[in-house]
């Protein structure tokens, strides 16, 4: 202020001195009073004019600072706000009393500068970040790594705060890892592909080509190619190729299994096979196991079908004896599970069809081998009752065992081996006992598998229950002999007791011979005779019982069988002529004997 006081005083000296020099001028000149005022009065308007210039070209330099000081808040406020960065403790409005209007104006200028900085370099990380995003969504939809121009222009009407950065840098990262999941995706279908291009000798290289290019002859680890179409396209191409490896296996499988037969059925040398070992070994595992290369290759099954044929043919020509082969096969079975084989399929039947050429060789071949496998699944449920039959009939030998062991006069003699005799003789008689229950239980057994089955059980082409049956009535026939025999007995031995104590205890001569042992009785220390069961011999009138073994081989006469059954004594103690003592011989056929009263 002083300096400014100072320069008007100055300035103020300086026009008056000067106006007294116009003065004495105009003096010497001789202007006149009215001259001296108007000039006076112009110059006043002249300077009023410049002062009036002066002051409008200051209004308006101060008009346009304070345009610019609100142009620079506008800019400051609209970049804070692109920003984010929002202060209501703002320098410019803390500096704008405090400050002349150029002091604020060269405050805020900086401030303007360094937020168009920040703004650009936020609009930098934009513009990489959405070039980026822009570049995986390209990727991911199948148009490429193109960046649009127009999205990056638009940057700059955007929203650039640090929110807005943040966000798109999330979704930077999602869509990174994305795209890193898919390309592990590409990957591992590429891989399954080879795999299987591999195990079916496929053109690898045009599968994957045919899906897109990039896919072939691109290192692993660049593969840009991401699209929702590229994965579905390598999805059906791996839908297809496990579609045709399961197809070729199961082709491969049935053929392998069809050359199987063939080489079962005609023998086919070790030698042989060896050059088909790498393929049948693939058959046995699963399809899943299956990795080898070229292991389902149309030239294997190719080769696999050719062999096939070629058997097959071979086969035509062999089939009489293969019919021949199968034939005794089935008689084997049956004759083991004692079942009738259909007799048509008989060797001389089977000849004379194949001969006649009545009948395909191929399909009595297929009938015999339905006969093996219905004879093979009926051996099997009759296997519990042919079980309960073996055991039924071991216990028959034992008991002829015993009965020819209790026929042995020196059997409680101390020879070699005697004890063992009598252990296995107690062993026997217990087994002997269990035999009714044995045959009570195959019986019920045979009932319910007949009901279940609907059809009767034949042994030998004999129903087993009617040989059951026989045997239960020839056993209790058998046993009511052996009673009355014993009663006989003893009734012989009360008349020789009488007629010893009547004549004395001197035996004929005939009566003598009718207690020699070999016949079939010991004596004991009481003087009673105990009878020994006889062995039947093959002229006695006296059967044995009636048992399976007793039918195989008879069927044709088994009725007859039944015939002699019913008319011949079953006498089990067959007891020789000069053994036996009647009764007319007791009282009335010996010398010694008294009159009969």
């Known amino acids: 202020m002083m300096t400014a006081f100072g320069s008007s005083v100055r300035t103020s000296n300086t026009c008056n001195s000067l106006l007294k020099q116009l003065q004495q001028i105009w003096i010497e000149i001789g202007e006149s009073e009215a001259e001296r005022e108007r000039m006076l009065l112009e110059i006043e308007q002249e300077c009023l004019e410049i002062y009036r210039r002066k002051v409008d070209e200051a209004a308006n330099a101060k008009a346009r600072l304070h345009q610019s000081i609100a142009a620079k808040e506008a800019e400051i406020a609209m970049l804070l706000a692109t920003l984010g960065e929002i202060n209501v403790n703002s320098p410019v409005n803390s500096d704008k009393t405090a400050k002349s209007l150029k002091g604020q104006l060269a405050s805020v200028t900086p401030l303007v ?5 920040k703004k650009e370099e936020r609009m930098k990380q934009f513009a990489d970040i ?13 148009y490429g790594n193109i960046v649009s121009s127009v999205n990056a222009l638009n940057l700059e009407g955007q929203d650039l705060s640090l929110r807005k950065l943040i966000e798109y840098q999330s979704n930077l990262r999602a869509l990174q890892k994305e795209k890193s999941e898919r390309v592990q995706k590409v990957l591992d279908y590429v891989n399954e592909v080879h795999a299987l291009s591999s195990v079916l000798s496929v053109d690898f290289g045009k599968t994957v080509s045919d899906i897109h290019p990039s896919l072939h002859g691109s290192s692993m680890e660049h593969v840009t190619n991401i699209s929702d179409s590229t994965l579905e396209g390598l999805d059906q191409a791996i839908l297809r190729l496990k579609s045709e ?3 070729r296996f199961q082709k491969l499988k049935d053929t392998v299994g069809s050359l199987f037969e063939l080489w079962n059925l005609m023998d086919v040398q070790k030698e042989e096979k060896l050059s088909f070992l790498r393929i049948t070994s693939v058959v046995s595992s699963s399809e899943s196991e299956i990795v080898q290369q070229g292991a389902l290759s149309l030239n294997v099954i190719e080769k696999v079908s050719a062999e096939v044929e070629r058997l097959t043919k071979l086969k035509a020509s062999r089939m009489k004896e293969l019919v021949v082969k199968k034939r005794s096969e089935l008689e084997d079975i049956c004759s083991k599970t004692h079942i009738q084989p259909d007799p048509n399929t008989a060797d001389d039947n089977t000849n004379a069809m194949i001969d006649s050429g009545l ?3 191929c399909e009595l071949l297929a009938s015999v081998e339905a006969q093996i496998y219905k004879a093979k699944d009926e051996a099997l ?3 519990e009752i042919m079980d309960k039959i073996d055991r039924w009939l071991s216990a028959c030998d034992e008991e002829k065992w ?5 026929h042995d006069e020196n059997r409680y003699s ?7 005799n009598l252990k296995r003789a107690e062993r026997a008689r217990i087994t002997v006992n269990k035999i009714p229950a044995m045959v009570d239980s195959l019986i019920s057994k045979t009932l319910a598998w007949e009901e279940e089955k609907r059809k009767l059980f034949l042994y030998d082409g004999v129903r087993l229950v009617s040989i059951l049956e026989d045997y239960k009535r020839a056993r209790h026939h058998k046993e009511g002999e052996k009673k009355r025999a014993r009663d006989q007995k003893k009734l012989q ?3 020789l007791t009488e007629k010893e104590s009547m004549y004395g205890s001197k035996p004929s001569p005939r009566r003598s011979n009718s207690f020699r042992k070999p016949n079939g009785y010991g004596s004991y220390g009481n003087g009673s005779v105990t009878p020994s069961p006889r062995r039947n011999s093959v002229g006695c009138s006296t059967p044995e019982l009636l048992t399976p073994r007793s039918y195989s081989g008879r069927q044709n006469g088994y009725f007859k069988e039944m015939r002699r059954l019913s008319t011949a004594p079953l006498n089990f103690v067959a007891i020789p002529k000069e053994d036996t003592i009647s009764f007319s011989s007791v009282y009335g056929s010996e010398p010694e004997s008294p009159p009969q009263s």
Do not use: W
Request: glycine share 10%.
């Open 130 to 142: 959405k070039s980026q995003i822009e570049k995986i969504n390209g990727e991911i939809s199948g």
């Open 381 to 383: 449920s009759r296997k």
């Open 359 to 361: 009948v395909d060789p």
């Open 414 to 420: 101390a020879g070699r081996g005697a004890h063992i």
């Open 493 to 495: 031995d009360m008349l």
């Open 402 to 406: 015993l009965e020819d062991y209790n």
């Open 113 to 117: 500068d360094d937020l168009n900085l």
């Open 245 to 247: 490896k399961k197809f």
